[in-house]
């Protein structure tokens, strides 16, 4: 296998973002999450704070048809009327693509998972954990006030639930729709890291 790439997906406060940066380190491959934010904002001309936005924000009314999107080239997005919150996904769907033809990697959120669902080279991988443990870390590492934490956390899965939905048309968290699945109450950070470090292994 000449490169991997690694797609996360993860509950809000279950320390999917620090599995992913501490995997990339371990490995010595590039770590993309907010970065890809930055390269999508430059490809559509939107802003990164609109571009992260949209994942909380989406609603689940309407079904984006991500096969269709993938045969149509990026010209049709920006010279028809395709919504704005569409135009981002886009973008970003393309990034991803890009660094997936280009170099192994670990891609944290995003539809990641599911816009590379076809490349054998393509690890897939959801991070969870009790909703216990993901309040705390809201309040000990986020900084988030314990009054607050629950509001956000409610609000956060729904809306990657809704934004997965949205755009895929699947179910976020579905167990088929992932190679492996980590607790991270169990394994902890530095075990999850273990634990696909270990599925690689197996893919080579």
């Not at 048809?65 to 981002?88: G, H």
């Not at 006030?145 to 968290?173: I, Q, S, V």
Request: glycine residues 6%.
């Amino acid at each position: 296998m000449k490169s991997i790439v690694i797609a996360i997906s993860r509950e809000f406060g279950s320390g999917g973002r620090l599995v992913g940066e501490k995997l990339a380190q371990s490995l010595g491959i590039s770590y993309y999450d907010k970065l890809l934010l930055q390269m999508a904002a430059e490809k559509s001309g939107l802003s990164p704070e609109f571009i992260e936005r949209t994942e909380e924000q989406a609603s689940s009314s309407f079904l984006f048809n991500l096969n269709a999107a993938s045969q149509t080239s990026a010209s049709f997005f920006y010279q028809y009327n395709v919504p704005v919150n569409d135009k981002a996904f886009f973008a970003q769907a393309a990034v991803i693509k890009e660094l997936a033809d280009r170099e192994s990697c670990v891609i944290v959120g995003r539809c990641a998972d599911h816009i590379l669902h076809n490349r054998k080279n393509c690890l897939k991988v959801f991070i969870y954990a009790s909703r216990a443990t993901r309040l705390s870390r809201l309040i000990q590492e986020y900084g988030i006030p314990e009054a607050d934490a629950k509001d956000k956390l409610g609000k956060m899965d729904k809306g990657r639930a809704n934004y997965y939905r949205h755009y895929t048309g699947e179910n976020w968290g579905e167990v088929r729709a992932h190679d492996l699945s980590v607790n991270t109450d169990v394994s902890g950070i530095d075990g999850a890291v273990n634990v696909i470090r270990t599925m690689i292994e197996e893919m080579k």
